[in-house]
């Protein structure tokens, strides 16, 4: 990211004793402000300025007002004017243009009129187009450290709700949302994510901006960087991943459960730590890496921000019964008959779902393993979950610059790691997450109106 007191400039000439002049003149130039970082371009027609202004941002343009489309074609005011069109379509459109002309006033008129952030003056080597650009230069320095201090002290979007998988997480929770209203928003660079952007309404007459990401590929690393730049693109108030995990401490039948045994398909398991099982050191006195005796723990724990883990903790704590309802109510609408007939490895599902909140454990690896997974428990006898991506959520909101946003993971549980099989309950279990962070949601919110009342 370009630093506030860094002005990237791109001189539009076709003449090349003007196209030195000018880059000579601006690199002249003492600014009041300190350390400034002048970096200028050269374009000598319409073609290279816009391959260059395809590729990167300019905080000012100095565009001659009549260039040629090539390098040896004719110079026209119309070339100009399509130039400058293209510059104000452009979702990165530059704080400042500066037209210089050497043609008639009235022929100029013709074609451009002035805005706010253009403006035409007359070259002259020693002309006052070089004070006036300087000004705007100055302005254009404190503007940036301005909006660099606003973004980092300011949220954007409301909520940003991650997900990893398309079909059984993306699809269901966008589905399931009950969106009031469309957001209206820049296009940002979100290559090909699937994404949805809208409206909910929280209580009677509040209403919150949610955009929904899948990340379209599970793993830490992935994850990381995808959250990262979602943080700083939205600066939301709340950063969510939503979606399935495999349970520990299994309970494959509900109705036979043993003492020690916790989760079952649908629980709702909500992060309030995690950590990478798999951050330590192997050592060789164990060949085949499952005696948890050989492994050196290195993980490092992550949790939400202490305030907002509070919060959640506190809503958990007083809305428990209210949530398993309304996941409970959630899955017996759907069709349990065709659902208990694909469940295979000797698991059962009961819609009676239960509200957890502690650790959850990332990884790199996709487990299906007996065995792993016991060693996975041995080393964390505490944890709850096992997935592949919300350390590294937090990972993410933790290295953010400026303002954090409120970081939370809550994932349904959908498999137990072990090879037994329940598909159909995958996107019903990413539901769940949703409703269980819906009411986190309302309920905060409330809090903190009464907190702050």
Same mark, same amino acid.
């Not at 820049?186 to 955009?211: A, C, M, Q, T, Y």
């Not at 164990?286 to 509070?310: C, I, M, W, Y």
């Not at 059962?348 to 007996?370: E, Q, R, Y």
């Given at each position: 990211?370009?630093?506030?007191? =860094? ?8 003449? &090349? ?10 690199? %002249? ?8 970082? +002048? ?25 001659? +007002? ?37 043609? /008639? ?8 009129? =002035? ?12 002309? #006052? ?8 230069? #100055? ?38 949302? /009950? ?37 379209? =590929? ?34 494959? /039948? ?44 290195? %993980?490092?724990?992550?949790? &939400? ?11 958990? /704590? ?136």
């Amino acid at each position: 990211m370009r630093a506030s007191n =860094e002005i990237k400039v791109l001189v539009v000439e076709d003449t &090349p004793q003007k196209l030195n002049e000018i880059v000579a003149a601006l690199n %002249a130039v003492e600014f009041d402000a300190q350390e400034v970082k +002048l970096q200028i371009e050269k374009a000598t027609c319409f073609s290279e300025a816009q391959t260059q202004l395809q590729q990167e941002f300019f905080d000012v343009i100095v565009l001659d +007002l009549k260039i040629p489309v090539m390098p040896d074609d004719q110079p026209r005011l119309e070339i100009s004017r399509s130039l400058y069109d293209f510059v104000r379509k452009s979702p990165a459109k530059p704080f400042y243009i500066l037209g210089l002309t050497s043609v /008639d006033d009235a022929e100029v008129a013709k074609v451009f009129t =002035e805005t706010p952030n253009f403006s035409i003056q007359r070259y002259d080597p020693k002309g #006052e187009w070089l004070e006036k650009l300087t000004n705007r230069i #100055e302005f254009v320095l404190g503007a940036k450290s301005g909006l660099s201090n606003y973004l980092n002290n300011n949220h954007g979007m409301d909520v940003i709700v991650i997900t990893a998988r398309k079909a059984n997480e993306f699809d269901p929770i966008v589905d399931a949302i /009950d969106w009031v209203g469309e957001y209206q928003r820049s296009d940002k660079p979100l290559g090909g994510l699937h994404h949805s952007f809208g409206f909910i309404r929280v209580g009677n007459d509040r209403e919150l901006s949610v955009g929904v990401i899948c990340l379209d =590929e599970m793993g830490l690393s992935h994850s990381a960087a995808v959250a990262a730049n979602l943080v700083g693109l939205y600066r939301p108030k709340y950063l969510v991943m939503l979606g399935m995990c495999c349970g520990l401490k299994k309970i494959l /039948d509900p109705a036979a459960a043993n003492l020690g045994q916790r989760c079952k398909l649908g629980d709702i398991i909500v992060a309030t730590e995690t950590c990478c099982w798999d951050e330590g050191k192997y050592e060789d006195d164990d060949p085949n890496l499952l005696q948890s005796p050989f492994f050196n723990n290195r %993980a490092v724990n992550k949790h &939400p921000t202490p305030e907002f883990g509070k919060l959640v903790v506190r809503v958990l /704590d007083q809305r428990k019964k209210e949530i398993e309802k309304q996941v409970t109510d959630y899955y017996k609408s759907q069709d349990l008959a065709k659902l208990s007939k694909s469940l295979k490895g000797g698991v059962k599902f009961s819609p009676n779902a239960t509200l957890h909140w502690g650790a959850m454990v990332s990884g790199a690896c996709v487990i299906d393993s007996h065995d792993m997974i016991n060693v996975i428990e041995k080393r964390f006898p505490r944890a709850l979950a096992l997935e592949m991506e919300a350390h590294s959520i937090y990972s993410a909101a933790d290295s953010c610059t400026g303002l954090r946003p409120r970081t939370l993971v809550i994932k349904g549980v959908a498999d137990f790691g072990d090879g037994s099989k329940a598909k159909p309950v995958q996107a019903m279990a990413s539901v769940g997450a949703l409703f269980c962070f819906l009411q986190i949601l309302e309920n905060s919110v409330e809090i903190e109106e009464l907190d702050n009342s």
